[in-house]
């Protein structure tokens, strides 16, 4: 990088390191290494939480998949938007979770279920949290080689190492210093701060995008430039898009219910200040989201047109030789295997043979091709990179069926190794191919600040990560297996350790673990493995006859499905396909695969080919999850003997201690003054409490609270769902009965630019404005509250540690005994 982009990347980089050594000094218990000492207001929460959520890894995988979809894919994913909002204005899930003052889902889950499912549970989440974590830092490492242009490999004192390694290490090193530092109190300092910091780092790079980059002759020409069914602006126009689809958001939408709590740490819900704040960070995310999420698909969107635009094909043709040339001495090095010579020479010359992309296939030339499935073959023809191309014939090339039943075992092993490298070629390039071009974009200035954004969001997952899995094996599976329990010095020591356990892991795995699928569906695939949680959470917060025996048969039933789907993924192309063709298996496993299929076409499609398992990994945790919901409902119905105390989990009517039984006088008083109001003021309050009961609004809102609350909901549903989602649904089908003119084919275009552009670009710069201002505020009075509470000696229970006994946490066990004996 030029010397202004390390300056402008080392800057803001080093101002975070400082926000955690000045942090760390205020933790002085469990409950802090875990929780920040349950006193973060909702903007830190808000913040902090949204760029922990997103993520380095998150970002090249929602790059992946709107490189492949496009606006169309995001047009059905906003449909998650309304949905999520409503879930966050009532707060569904996360308001019970704070209720029941747990810090880990583990303690949740003794308390709801018994501490033999505490153990199991943690030991499954562990597994699945690590292994899902395995390729985070490999990901984040080879963004960073790509984009910054590093050499594969380097010799220090005559010895080779991998560059890839090398970063690795560097940044875990850095993430494992925050999280042991203070534990959960830096990581949301530093995460706030890189919030606070990204944001506009955001509106910087969109701004130059726009400037760089036309709508009309650069953008929307390319991203039209496709055939029937794969429509990149017309959402109604999917139906052969594979992957990231209409069923992907189906997928979505179950889990926004099922799995609201399942994935990754609960440090930000358990370290509000109270309920109330963790619901409205929860409702302002809403806003703080909308922006991001924007910036993500220009992003994709401007990398496809680079790379499918005759005005940049010689630039582009140029940054993808480069690209498939160091993607391909990436997957020989991590095989420790040289390239030979005839092979280096031999794509060379193949490279050189390219020629540049002088033009495209228009939509109309595409409507010419009378067979549809000429059309996409032509396409795939058209879109295929001809550097990938090259690059994969080296490492093995296709086989035909005949071809690999004459081979001999040895040969057929051979064969699928390399085609296994072959698969993590590919997966290399298509991942990288965005951060190289957005390389090849940006000037000087930008490369820096983007490289510092990209470190931030690498950062703030890790840090989060390993904090999480960390305090799920010392606090979910060790801490409930001992019958002693630890000083709080050593339990911090031994969670320090097992943070630096779990980067230890995260660096081996993803130094060693060849990924061959996209990002998101590595993580669905992976996530089956704890798809299971998503019932025994949700219904064990609000369904008082869910039972310990459905429990354990959702978790452990859908785990052993998921094992399965992983091993079938990760050795169809070297081991299973050669096996079912070379038997001759393969046509009649393809006929059956098709006839399963064939009802939920065209989202769903099965059929057997060489290079992919048959059914992806979304399909697979959507199977999962359904499953094991059935399972948990009816164990549970056949078990249940006595309805679970859901009172004293959540510490309501007589159980309210601290924070919740102030809430519930000034709800006492609210009520009784409301009593008190005239019969035609209680009838129209009465009239409208279904709406305020559907947004959230409740006892405990403030004015200005309501204000936000009914600017989401207007904003979300009213703007987001009913005028952009519905109006647009309903233009669509009453336009194809004849009912409304029908949308012309340049409406999409249109839209997009004013919906997910010019609309968003407003949003950015006040979201911008707004929460750098507010979420300021509140770290500041983050770090007045902890400074107050060292001069009033720390106020820390030393049996907030994340023991249960008899299902109530340890440090509330007097006071219910208490309550109860009152009774």
Request: aromatic residues 14%; proline residues 4%; contains cysteine.
């Amino acid at each position: 990088m030029h010397p202004i982009d390390w300056i402008l990347f080392a800057l803001p980089v080093a101002f975070v390191i400082y926000t955690a050594i000045r942090a760390q000094r205020y933790v002085h218990g469990v409950a802090d290494f875990l929780s920040a000492g349950r006193i973060a207001h909702r903007y830190v929460l808000c913040v902090a939480g949204a760029e922990a959520g997103m993520g380095l890894i998150t970002l090249v995988g929602n790059m992946e998949a709107y490189y492949n979809s496009g606006f169309a894919y995001s047009f059905w994913y906003s449909l998650i938007a309304p949905v999520g909002m409503v879930l966050g204005l009532v707060g569904f899930c996360n308001y019970r979770f704070r209720e029941t003052r747990a810090m880990t889902l583990g303690q949740f889950f003794e308390m709801r279920y018994s501490r033999p499912f505490r153990i199991t549970a943690s030991f499954i989440q562990a597994f699945y949290g690590v292994l899902n974590y395995g390729i985070f830092p490999a990901v984040g490492a080879r963004f960073m080689m790509y984009f910054l242009q590093l050499p594969v490999s380097f010799t220090l004192f005559g010895v080779r190492f991998s560059t890839f390694a090398a970063l690795m290490f560097v940044a875990l090193a850095l993430a494992c210093f925050i999280a042991c530092a203070g534990g959960q109190i830096t990581i949301m300092v530093t995460d706030c701060v890189q919030g606070i910091l990204s944001y506009p780092i955001y509106l910087v790079i969109v701004a130059f995008f726009l400037w760089r980059f036309s709508w009309w002759n650069d953008l929307l020409p390319a991203v039209s430039a496709r055939p029937d069914g794969v429509s990149f602006l017309n959402p109604f126009d999917t139906g052969d898009l594979r992957d990231f689809n209409i069923f992907f958001v189906f997928s979505g939408l179950l889990s926004l219910f099922l799995m609201r709590l399942s994935w990754g740490s609960r440090g930000y819900d358990s370290a509000a200040k109270d309920a109330h704040e963790a619901k409205m960070g929860a409702v302002l995310g809403t806003w703080r989201a909308g922006f991001s999420s924007m910036m993500y698909v220009l992003i994709a969107v401007v990398a496809y047109s680079f790379n499918n635009h005759p005005r940049f094909a010689e630039e582009s043709a140029r940054m993808r030789a480069n690209l498939a040339a160091k993607a391909y001495e990436d997957v020989a090095f991590s095989s420790k295997s040289a390239i030979p010579a005839g092979e280096a020479e031999a794509l060379s010359d193949a490279f050189a043979a390219v020629p540049p992309r002088t033009a495209f296939t228009t939509r109309e030339e595409y409507r010419a091709i009378e067979e549809h499935d000429a059309q996409m073959a032509h396409f795939k023809a058209e879109t295929a990179d001809p550097f990938l191309a090259a690059a994969s014939e080296v490492l093995g090339g296709e086989r035909s069926e005949d071809e690999l039943a004459a081979m001999s075992p040895e040969d057929r092993a051979d064969w699928g190794a390399k085609r296994a490298r072959n698969q993590t070629l590919g997966t290399i390039f298509t991942q990288m191919r965005v951060p190289a071009t957005m390389r090849a974009i940006l000037p000087t200035g930008l490369v820096g600040i983007f490289c510092a954004m990209a470190l931030f969001l690498m950062l703030s997952t890790d840090t989060t990560y390993l904090h999480g899995w960390a305090s799920v094996i010392i606090q979910d599976f060790l801490l409930p297996l001992r019958r002693a329990a630890w000083s709080p010095a050593h339990q911090i020591r031994y969670l320090r350790i097992a943070i630096c356990g779990v980067a230890a892991f995260g660096f081996i795995f993803s130094y060693y673990f060849g990924q061959v699928d996209f990002i998101l569906m590595f993580f669905a695939i992976t996530g089956a493995l704890w798809m299971a949680s998503g019932p025994v959470i949700t219904l064990g917060l609000y369904w008082k006859r869910g039972t310990t025996a459905a429990a354990f048969a959702a978790l452990i039933l859908g785990a052993a499905a998921a094992i399965g789907a992983i091993f079938a993924q990760k050795y169809w192309v070297s081991s299973l396909y050669p096996w079912i063709a070379a038997n001759g298996f393969g046509p009649s496993l393809d006929h059956l695969l098709r006839a399963l299929s064939s009802p939920f076409e065209p989202w769903v499609h099965w059929e057997l080919t060489a290079d992919k398992f048959p059914i992806n990994s979304v399909e697979v945790g959507v199977m999962t999850q359904v499953f094991t919901l059935l399972v948990y409902i009816v164990v549970s119905l056949l078990t249940c003997r006595t309805p679970f105390n859901m009172e004293r989990m959540l510490h309501r009517g007589k159980y309210a201690i601290g924070d919740a039984k102030h809430r519930m006088k000034g709800a006492e008083q609210m009520k009784g003054a409301e009593q008190m109001k005239g019969d035609a003021e209680h009838q129209m309050k009465k009239g409208s409490s279904l709406l305020r009961s559907i947004i959230g609004i409740d006892s405990n809102y403030t004015r200005g609270d309501k204000a936000l609350a009914w600017s989401v909901f207007i904003y979300s549903f009213g703007w987001g769902f009913i005028v952009c989602f519905l109006g647009n649904v309903a233009w669509h089908f009453l336009g194809a009965h004849g009912i409304l003119p029908e949308q012309p084919e340049s409406w999409w275009g249109i839209w997009f630019f004013i919906g997910s552009l010019c609309i968003a670009c407003v949003i950015g710069i006040v979201s911008t404005i707004w929460f750098g201002i507010c979420s300021t505020r509140d770290l500041l009075r983050l770090f007045r509250d902890l400074e107050e509470r060292e001069r009033q000696g720390g106020g820390l229970n030393a049996l907030d540690d994340g023991r249960v006994e008899g299902h109530v946490s340890l440090a509330d066990a007097e006071e219910v005994a208490r309550i109860e004996a009152e009774k």
